[in-house]
Structures are given as C-alpha cells and as structure tokens.
C-alpha cells in the first residue's frame, strides 16, 4: 500500500495465522482488531512443527516473534519406526516443535505490543457486515469456517473426508525422535505418530482406518476411555505411561480445497483457505505461511484487491504442492495394512518417502548409512550401483536394470498398411541404444480392423513380421542386453480415427472401417462412430488374431510380450463396467467380464515361448464414478497373474472420454503400489515417472519392480545412460556403446 494509508482490518479466529497475520499488518501501520470466540487459554491439539522455511520467513518479517520462538523450540533429527517390535531409525531429517498454547501466548503478546486489539470470548459479525465497515477482512475461522460457509457461492469449497479416524493426545514426557510406531491387533491395524513439543510433553495421534476404528468399539468410547485405551495398545513406546486428552475427540480428516480464496475485500487464511493432512506437518505452518505471504502482498500491492489477487497467485503453487504430498501421505496411511508384511527396512523407507517429497537422493543425503542398509536389503549389487541399475529376471530373461521404455504409439506406419519402417527403426534402436532395459514397441495391432489409424503399426502379414525382424535384429546386434518387447493389442471402440496430431479420437473423414467392441457403445458419444457389439464368432476369430500375432512376434525375435488391456481398447472395454454393458457370459460381474481378456491371453500364453516373459497393461482407474474399483483392479491382476503373467503393467484411465484423472507426479504409480503389495505379484509401474531420483524411490519402497518412463524417453532417447552418468553409474546395467563412450561426460559449457 502506498505509504501512509493504513488500513482498517478485521480478523476472524485467534488462532496462529490470524494473530500472526493480525501481528504483521499492525507492525505495517494498520489498524488491527481480532475476534476469538474461545478464552485466550483455550486451545485444541498440543504441539505444532514448524520448518526451518517458515521460521526463515518469521525471521525476516519480525525478529521479535524469531526470538520469542526460538527460545522456546524441541529441536530433534531422528525419526523412528518401530515395525513388528524392530526400531529402525532414521536420522539428518531436522524439527522445530513447541507447545500450541505457548505458540498462541507468543503471538498474543506480541499482537498487544503492536496495539493490535483481541476481543476473546467473543463471536466476529457477520463478514458481510466486517467487509462492510472494514477495509480487509482476514478469514482464519478454521476448518469449520463460518466466512467461507457463508461465502460458498463465491468461494466454492470442496470438503473430502478421508477413510481414517484419528484423535490428538498428549503423553507427559518428551519422545526422543518423531515416532511412528504400528499395532496390528485383532481389529486390524492401527498407528502411532508421535513427537516431542516441550521438555517434559509429546503430542501423539493415534489413527486407524474406519473400519477398524469400529470394528474396537472405539466409536462407543468417551475421552477419557479412549487416551485409556490408546495408552494400553500402545504402551510398550509411552513405556507404560497415561494419555490424556485436551477436549480431544475421534475425527476424520477433512481436505478443504476453494476454487477462489477471497470475494471483494473478505480473504480465506490457513484452514479457511486450505488443509493438508497432519501426516507430512503442521497446519500451523501453512497458516503462518499464508500471514506472512498476505502481509508481503499488502505491503507491496497499491490496493486490497491487488493485494489479494498477489497473495493468491504466490501462495497457491505452494499450498498446491503441499496438499498433493498430503495427499498421498493421507492415503498411504490409509492403506497401512498393505505394506505391514514388507521387510522391516523397506518398510521404514516406503513410510520416510510417502508423500515423494522424500526422495532416495535426498534420504541418502540425511542418512547415507540408513539408505545404504536399504539398498542392501533391496539386493544392489554393490554401493555403486543405484537400484535401478539392479538386474530382474521374469521366466528366462534378465533384464540388466529396471528401467522400461513405455509404449508409445507414433502412428508413422508406412504407406498405412501397418508396416513398421525407418522411422521405427531409429526411434526404436536409438532407445535400446540409450540404455534402458526394456524397450517397448507401440501397440501393434492384430488386424487391419484393430488398427487405431491408418498410421498403427500391425502384426498380421508376413510383410509385418519381416520388418519387426529387422529392428529386432538391430536392437540385438547393436545393443547387446537390451530386451525388445512387444505391445499386442486391438482398438476396439477407439478404431478408425486420425492420427494424433489430426485430431485426437476424431474419426477419419474418409476410409474409415467397422469397429466392434464389448458393446455397442461409442467412445465419444456423438462424436465417435457406434461400435457392433461381439458375437460369439467374432470373439473366436479376435484370439486366433491374437494368437497368430503372437507367433509372428516369436518368430520376429522379441523377449517379451505385453497384452493391452488398457486405454478402453478392445480388451480394456470387456473389463471396464462403464465400457461392458453384455448381458451374456461376457458381461455383468467381474468375473464375467474377465472371461474374453483371460480367453486372449491364455491363447496368447498357449502359443509364445515358454520361458519368455508375458505382462498385461491394465487400467487400473477409470476416473469416472462407477468405473473400475480399487479392488476390481487387484482382482484383475490377480486372474491374469493366476492364468501365467509374469507382470502386470498398470496404467490408468483412457476409458471413457469424460474422465477426470487427478495428474500429478507419479499420479499412476499408487494403484501399482496397491496391487504389488496385496498379491505379490511384480508390477511395472507408469504415469509422470520423470526423474531417476523417482525410480531408485519407487523400487526401494517396494511400490514397483519396474518403471516405465514414456516422454522422458522422446526428450531423451539417451534418459538411462544419463541417469547413470548423473549417479556416477558405469557398471554392466548401463553400458555405452563403443562409438558413444565419448559421449558418457556432460560436455564443457562456455569457457568452463
């Protein structure tokens, strides 16, 4: 704001953001009054973390709030995991704790220093009416916020419940390290995180899924029988002493994401604004947070709603981040049960990297000696080699490291008969020639009517079968121990349509051919032509194109063979409820509509070699409601692994056209994560997999076996040679060929 125009500003909620923000907006010159419904010693919860980040903001925005703080912080490093009785711990990790209500005594004091005017006890008007008679009303009412209720047209908020219940305890003595540990009772499972706020006090959560949180009776317990209770499972890390709660109740965590953060002069703070689960910090944290980034806006912007849109647009990335890390921690706790029969390390390493703001690189950092114990248990050869260096054998073949050049289709057939040419040749050599493992062809298709486009490579003449030989042949000749698989698969509803960068599923404007499916039912209603459904003869002449394509891919040389079963083709149309509306033998429960996939694959299996390796690519998620279950999905990689796959290669969604995948990093890789560890079963794991840091995580923590990493790979057809370079790699899993070794440093850069 211009020098000299102070504001008049409204606070709603006393809690740390809103005294925070209250505090720095009086030391700007604004006038500053603050309404608290609660008695200034009322608090809910114990302790709150707060990162060397945010204190660093704190410091630089008021030295006095720094110095109060600092003289009061638990610091700790450790982190430790108790698994089946084994304590593990972990260390480098670094936290600032202390005790809320000193926190809010801080603030408090602080806030009446700089003339800032609390009224306690008392409920704040209505926003409109503050937004009114207010130049800035600052929302920090919580997660239950009244504002934001009121302003839900404008702010529109979207609350999800998680499927966990937890409750904040206190236990009377200071744990030596941030704490998780696990109970498996004869409810189910249940955790403990816990952590030292003071000298003599610890904050513990304890925190179960729903299910189990019942199946206790803990839905029947009052406070007092619950810290009882808790203390009792639990008793071995509280060494036999009580919990006790502090107005303390049995909750489900709520995620609170708005469309908009602030209407005319009202702005949403902290919970009001935003949550993130508990598991990966403190809420506290992002409140102060967004005080400091308002109160920057405010100081810097020419007016309120300049200054809201700035404080908006820096906070936003950041709060994004932070609540797709929580999620995904929140869900991995969810899933808890999953991971309690991995090995006691790997174990320890998959909660540490949860979220994926913990990488492998970065724990090596903390704790290189922790790591490197990992990387043992994992079964790296050595201390130099990464764990994506690390060989797997599926039947007879060994692949030299886990790194899979994903399937891509790249609709250059020539002449549009389905005949691989140049083009595949070098696309394909130059990966296989970059070092990774596994190279995956395009989906070939199994017929003329099974093409995507004209631009879809086949697998259905001889012509076909002696140009896949010849970049077989030179992806062995040229680069010896990389493994060449193949992609079979059928368009089904997804057929006769442009290439890529045509138009996306539009159908061809001319030549187009009759496509069949599960149902008669378009991809895009409208827009899509009307698929016939299968008959009883059309599904006998599809496997023996199946079949007759897997022997001409024998023939041709390949070292494995994928069955699409993914993207709402063919296959993938049987297997999905949105996609299988047959009411026949084909149709109807899941068993059914697994009954055609398993007849493919297991005329498929009958006639590829023995001991070379068969995968299915499944999707896991249709990103629709009513679509393919998270169970569905471990059931279907469970028929197909009991009838011979070797691995299962789990995408997601592509199905129905009005999908809404949730992207992010790694988005896919929890649904290979949920079947690997309820079957057992080796998964390869896709979708936004992008750094070599991402795959050693994803292998130590047991979510994968392999990764499958796509446009890394058109950016880099070199990516795992330079990943091996980047971790000072040269073993056998990443050899350079002869005429590249030149090439295996990064090149000097200007006058460096």
């Known amino acids: 704001m211009p020098e000299g125009s102070a504001l008049r500003v409204a606070v709603v909620g006393g809690g740390p953001g809103g005294l925070y923000a209250a505090a720095l907006l009086a030391r700007q010159g604004h006038t500053v009054e603050v309404w608290e419904r609660n008695a200034p010693e009322d608090t809910f919860g114990f302790g709150v973390v707060l990162s060397d980040e945010t ?245 810097a912007e020419p007016d309120v709603p300049a200054a809201l849109a700035a404080y908006e647009a820096a906070r936003r990335p950041a709060v994004a981040s932070t609540q797709r890390a929580a999620a995904a921690s929140m869900r991995w706790f969810e899933e808890l049960a999953g991971y309690v029969d991995q090995p006691a390390r790997q174990f320890a390493f998959n909660l540490l990297t949860r979220s994926r703001r913990v990488t492998h690189d970065n724990l090596r950092l903390r704790d290189e000696r922790f790591t490197r114990a990992v990387e043992r248990d994992f079964g790296c050869p050595d201390e130099h080699t990464p764990p994506m260096f690390t060989p797997l054998k599926l039947r007879g073949l060994t692949l030299r490291n886990r790194v899979v050049v994903s399937p891509m289709d790249m609709y250059c057939a020539q002449d549009g008969d389905g005949t691989p040419g140049d083009f595949h040749l070098v696309h394909l050599g130059a990966r296989a020639l970059g070092g990774a493992g596994l190279v995956m062809t395009e989906m070939v298709c199994v017929s003329a009517e099974g093409r995507i486009t004209p631009g879809c490579t086949g697998l259905y003449t001889a012509g076909q079968a002696a140009a896949w030989t010849r970049i077989a042949d030179f992806v062995h000749g040229s680069a010896p121990g990389t493994a060449l698989g193949v992609q079979l698969g059928h368009s089904g509803a997804k057929g006769s349509t442009r290439v890529m960068w045509e138009g996306m599923d539009d159908p061809l404007p001319e030549g187009n051919w009759p496509l069949v499916a599960a149902s008669q039912a378009p991809y895009r209603p409208g827009v899509s032509a009307v698929p016939r459904a299968l008959t009883a003869a059309d599904m006998a002449s ?193 050899p350079w060929p002869a005429p590249y070794r030149a090439g295996s440093r990064t090149p000097p850069t200007g006058r460096g």
Not at 233 to 247: K, M
Not at 564 to 571: E, F, N, P, S, V
Not at 617 to 632: E, L, M, N
């Open 55 to 299: 204190l660093g903001g704190i410091e630089r925005a008021d030295t006095v709030v720094y110095a109060a703080l600092g003289a009061e912080f638990v610091r700790w490093d450790d982190i430790d995991i108790v698994h089946r009785g084994r304590l593990l711990t972990s260390g480098g990790h670094g936290f600032s704790a202390l005790g809320r209500r000193r926190l809010l005594e801080i603030l408090h004091e602080r806030c009446a220093g700089l003339g800032v005017r609390l009224r306690f006890r008392t409920p704040a008007p209505a926003a409109a009416a503050l937004a009114a008679s207010y130049d800035l009303v600052v929302a920090a009412d919580g997660v239950h916020s009244a504002t934001r209720q009121a302003g839900a047209a404008h702010f529109r908020p979207t609350l999800t419940s998680g499927r966990c219940r937890y409750i904040w305890l206190a236990a009377d003595f200071a744990f030596d390290a941030f704490r998780f540990e696990i109970a498996e009772t004869e409810h189910g499972v249940m955790q403990l995180h816990a952590y030292p706020y003071s000298a003599d006090a610890s904050t513990v959560i304890v925190e179960m899924h729903e299910d189990v949180w019942r199946s206790a009776g803990f839905d029947l317990c009052d406070e007092a029988e619950s810290a009882a209770r808790c203390a009792k499972i639990f008793g071995e890390a509280l060494r036999g002493r009580p919990l006790h709660g502090n107005h303390s109740a049995w909750t489900e965590f709520r995620t609170v994401v708005n469309e908009r953060w602030s209407h005319g002069n009202v702005v949403l703070l902290g919970d009001a604004a935003h949550t993130a689960h508990f598991s990966i910090g403190s809420g506290t944290k992002l409140a102060v947070e967004d005080a400091l980034a308002l109160a920057e806006a405010v100081a």
């Open 542 to 734: 599809i496997r023996s194109d199946f079949a007759a394509a897997a022997v001409r891919a024998a023939g041709c040389g390949f070292d494995l063979l994928e069955l699409h079963c993914a993207h709402g083709y063919l296959l993938s149309g049987f297997l999905s409820p949105l996609t299988n509306r047959r009411t026949d033998a084909y149709g109807g429960p899941l068993e059914n509509r697994l009954r055609f996939p398993l007849e493919v694959f297991d005329a498929v299996r009958a006639v590829w070699p023995a001991d070379r390796p068969m995968t299915v690519r499944i999707s896991a998620t249709d990103w629709a409601p009513g679509g393919t279950s998270a169970q569905d999905a471990v059931d279907i990689a469970a028929a197909f692994a009991a009838h011979g796959a070797d691995a299962i290669d789990v995408s997601t969604g592509q199905v129905v056209a009005d999908e809404s995948p949730e992207y992010g990093r790694s988005y896919q890789t929890p649904y290979a994560d949920r079947i690997r560890n309820a079957l057992g079963v080796p998964v390869i794991a896709v979708g936004a997999i992008s750094s070599w840091d991402d795959v050693n995580s994803l292998l130590l923590a047991g979510r994968a076996d392999l990764c499958a990493v796509g446009r890394p790979h058109l950016y880099d057809p070199h990516w795992t040679l330079h990943a091996a370079a980047d971790q000072s790699y040269e073993g056998p899993a990443a």
